[in-house]
């Protein structure tokens, strides 16, 4: 299973994408109680809840990793965790899979500048205050002791999301066993 965490518009849903599009990886789809944006497919790209719901599900110990972020809930169903998955997860998601010291789980940093981020943002629509928030947030929330150790961290300014995708795929696939 693939990993994957970074700040804000760093490249992880586009990277993801490409991870299962060109090497069969399945996508790891999670829950939320935040907005779709118009660009979404429920219960492909999450499955968007009610809070309450959320809430709900989360009492009954449906998810193996709970958080909320920018004052929305999101989280992983237990009944999700495989090989040749790839989910995306926040720095607190990211503690509870490395402790599971699962080897077959590869955890992927992808790293980028505050500069390219915030042009992502702009590009996929999101408003002026949606993104200074995010920034401000993510300057917080993955400061280098919140993240801690990876497998791997993914330079994503200096590389296309092909590239990035294919280095991730080499380097899983060194490590895992099948």
Known sequence: MIILVGASASGKTEVAKKLIKNYGFVKVVTYTTRKKRESEVNNIDYHFIT??????????N???ETTLYNGNYYGTPLNEID?????????KGLKIFKKLKNPSIITFYITGSEENRRKRMEQRGDSKEEIEKRI?????DFAYKNIGKTDFVIDGDNKTITEMAQ???YKYSSKVKF
């Open 83 to 91: 090989v040749n998955k790839v989910l995306i997860v926040d720095p």
């Open 51 to 60: 809070e309450n719901k959320f809430l709900k599900l989360k009492e009954e």
């Open 62 to 64: 449906f998810f193996l």
């Open 167 to 169: 280095e991730i795929y």
């Open 136 to 140: 401000q947030n993510d300057k917080k």
